[in-house]
Each structure stands twice: as structure tokens, then as C-alpha cells.
């Protein structure tokens, strides 16, 4: 917490409160975007209508296959499939925030599962310093790739769009040539028995830990500097720096954020399906955003929020788990994710435009 916390340049930082982080809020309000206040009125109007969505979608289905829909073993499975993405949408809530995009986290999600495996199969043994051998390399494979991205960036000059799909193809070739082009099996049963099938008081250990995860994001968003800053620069990058706030610097550690979070989740998918998946992640990039969008934070930049992403991580998992109940073609489940960012898009930038005119 102490590194997101930092300070963003070399200097000493002013104690909260002062002309810097004034300054900081002066710059959000005069964005052409419109002021910060009015901005996170809108997120929150988002958010209402993500969560009236959720339970709409829950009532739909509880009504149509209660036999099916309404068990405790059910409520499970769509909390475990939606915790696998909610790892990833924590970390894509600051990159959308700051007006980015990261569009490699389904990659190196995979990558680091595979570097996780092949230390854990390099070291033998199945212990627990194998399996926390194996937890850091992940987490190392994805801060590189983030650290990667972040740099490209910020130094290189490239738009965050083009830098992270290019790592999406070097993560995903990379990965391929690691594992030899098939999936890797042998995963401890230690991890998979405990972080992937255990629990505690009946909730699975994944949901548990995505939580965590959630609920410091969410801190870190609304309570602290580095939250602070991601949303400033998000509403008016140069402003931001006329603040004294260090851009790059804070672009390039939202980036590691987000790749940590990535190797974290291709660590649980280890645990969870005891392989490394390498055909199993194609649609997690696009899961996260819709997640994301869905939740509140505008894709525009300068309004982010995790607590909403947790309800926008939670629809796509309820949706696809009712079609696999009516009996519906699982191809459908991609037709409706698909139509539902686009939709989400448009009344982003309708009520952006809205809220901007004064309407």
C-alpha cells in the first residue's frame, strides 16, 4: 500500500489538503469533459442501473428455472466463474480510469499461468514452497508485462490501444512456446485442493480472495492519493501535470497493476482447472471491459469505481449461466456480451455529452 501511496516525483509530497491536491480537484473540474462532481453523479446513475439490471436478471431467471437457477450450489458457480474476472476488472477499472485501455490481460493471464506452472514443475515436490515459488513467479510474469506496457506507453509514445495489443500477440506466442504449444498439467494438489476447490464457511476461497482484492481497489480508488491522481489525470491529463503530478510515473504503475493482477488471476486459473487453459481466455479482455463499463467508470477517463465493477463483473456471469440453463447455444453468450458493450457505450457517451451540455 506504502508504493501506491508514494510520492509521484522525486520531491518531498505535500500533507493532504493542500494547494497540490487543490489544485488536483480544480483541474477534474475544469476538464471539457465536465466537472468532476457532475461526472461522479453520472457514475453513479450507471451504477443504479447496473445494479436494477443484476437483480432483474436474477428475478428473470429465478422465475423461469427456480428448480435450477435458485440453489445454493448455483449461486457458487456464478460467484467463482465471475471472481476469475473480477481479479482483472479491479486492475482494468484504474487503466479505463485514467483514459487507457489494456486490452493484453487475457494473455498475460495465460502467460503467467504457464511461467506459475513451469516453476512449480521446475522445482518438484508439491510443497508449500513450490506452490509459493510458482504464486511469485506468476505474480513476477505479469508486473513485467505490465511494467512492458506501461513503458511503451509513457515512453515510447505509443497509444495504449496499439502497446497492449501488441503485447496480447507477444503474450499469447510467448506462452505457446513455453508450454511447447499444448497444456501444461501437474499443478500441486495442495493448490488445487485448497485455493482452487477449498472454501471457508461454504464460500470458496477464490470468491474470498477476489473480494479482498475488490475491497482494497476500492479503497485505494476513493480513499487514497494514488486514486486520486488516477482520476485527475483521467479528466485532464495536463492539468494533472500542472498539479505537479508525475503522469508517467502514475500511468506506468496502474499498468503494473493492472499486469499483477492479470499473473494473480492466471495463478487462480492454475488452481481452479488444474492446466494452463491456453484456449480458455480469448474473451477475459473484453469480459473486463464490459465489467467495467457496466459497473460505472467512463471510458472517456476521470470516473472510476470498483464497487461498481464488482456489480458489472457479476451480470455477464448471472447471463451466461441462465443461457446454459434455458438450454440456449453457448454461441449466443458472446452475440449478447458483444451487443451489451456496444449498448453500454453508447449511453456512456449519450449521458457524457448529456451531463456536458448541462442538459
Known sequence: MSELEAAPTAAAEPPMGTPVERVTDEAAESSPAGGSRRRRLLGGTQRSWSVFVLVALVALFSATRPDQFVSWFNAKSIAVDASSYLLIAVGMTFVITIGGIDLSVGSVLVFSGVVGLKTML???GGGPLTI???????????LVWGLVNGLVTT????SPLIATLGSFAAATGLAYIIAGGQDMHGVPAGLANVLGYGDFLGVPYTVLLALAVAALGAFV????????YTMAIGSHEEAARRAAINVDRHILKVYVLSGLLAGLSGY??????????????QTDMLQAILAVVIGGTSLSGGVGTVLGTIVGVAIPSVLTDGFVILGLEPFWQQVALGAALVAVV???????RRKASGS
Open 155 to 158: 515512453r515510447g509514445g505509443i
Open 346 to 352: 453508447m449511453v456512456d457517451q449519450r449521458s457524457r
Open 132 to 142: 509459493l515459488a510458482g504464486l511469485g513467479a506468476a505474480l513476477l510474469s505479469g
Open 221 to 228: 480508488m476513493s480513499q487514497t492519493r494514488f486514486g486520486r
Open 268 to 281: 487462480v486459473s492454475l488452481a481452479r482447472f488444474q492446466t494452463t487453459t491456453l484456449n480458455g481466455h
Open 122 to 124: 521446475a522445482i518438484g
